[in-house]
């Protein structure tokens, strides 16, 4: 399994926590059809993307990028001890798969620059912080971890008329050590990365892209969740907060990467997880490389 890839000058790591089943495909998207299922289901399961029973299967990881100047972490993945009942296989989790993961790509927590949220969901933002002696403190000590200004305030309102675990336990302990930046979508870091505002999973949400003056890579994020989606763009999850928008926005993304030398770095596709976007039919594929 490829867990490591270069292009242009940037290395991008891969650190998975779990790669299992989700959620059924009827269920995850509403939109989608017994019958378009069926169409699909070959290739689909071919790709491990679908399990025999019709059961998603998603990869739930970090990227690590290491640009000429820094070493930048893109999502937080799930995270360990944080009380997630509504999903067992995330719930007070204790395993060391993380960590070890990070430390065979060859990092320790010191040495990340950058922690960058592409939104604030549970499974993004998780490692952010880690338990120590019954408080939350932030994982990465060294790095100013970046957060959208639209989807910070999105989710510091929600939090404040019903309290958001995640929330409440993976960012703001973050803000109170003064770690964060809360940026606008002209926010950059050098001239190797950049945000791309995505809106409609989250109202929030950012991809990141990568690379000097052009995007020799782009994270994703969950502007789609499935490689079902690349097919048919329309088809929205049932997390996605606007459905219309989270299409529109995946299409568009979709078409302005396509048939481009761009490394398409999904957060949720099964392994290899990364391609590069190229048109078929009405839709498009995320093509290993
Ligand atoms: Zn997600």
Not at 144 to 153: H, L, P
Request: charged residues 25%; negative net charge; hydrophobic residues 35%.
């Amino acid at each position: 399994m490829s867990l490591k890839f270069t292009v242009g000058d940037l290395t991008i790591h891969r650190i998975i926590e779990q790669e299992t089943t989700f959620l059924p495909a009827l269920e995850l998207l509403p939109g989608l059809t017994p019958e378009v299922l069926a169409e699909n289901r070959a290739w689909m399961q071919k790709a491990g993307a679908l399990d025999d029973k019709d059961v998603l299967m998603l990869c739930f990881q970090s990227y690590v990028v290491k640009t000429p100047h820094h070493t930048i972490l893109i999502d937080s993945c799930i995270g360990n001890d944080k009380p997630r009942p509504q999903r067992p296989k995330w719930n007070m989790k204790t395993d060391d798969t993380y960590m070890r993961g990070l430390a065979a790509a060859g990092f320790s927590v010191e040495d990340i620059d950058y922690v960058m949220c592409t939104h604030l969901h549970v499974d993004h933002v998780g490692w952010n912080t880690r338990l120590d002696n019954g408080r939350w403190i932030p994982t990465f000590p060294k790095a100013r971890y970046v957060f959208d200004k639209t989807e910070f305030d999105y989710w510091t309102e929600t939090h404040a008329k019903t309290p958001v675990p995640p929330f409440g336990d993976s960012v703001l302990p973050v803000v109170e050590a003064k770690q964060a930046e809360i940026v606008r979508s002209d926010y950059a870091i050098g001239d190797h990365t950049r945000i791309l505002p995505t809106p409609g999973h989250t109202p929030g949400h950012v991809a990141f892209s990568f690379g000097r003056a052009k995007d020799d890579a782009v994270f994703s994020g969950d502007l789609m969740h499935s490689p079902l989606q690349t097919r048919y763009p329309e088809l929205s999850v049932k997390f996605d907060v606007d459905q219309a928008q989270a299409a529109k926005t995946r299409r568009g993304f979709l078409e302005r990467y396509c048939d481009t030398n761009t490394l398409c770095c999904t957060a949720h596709f099964p392994s290899p997880s990364v391609g590069k976007i190229r048109r078929a039919g009405s839709g498009f594929t995320c093509e290993a490389i």
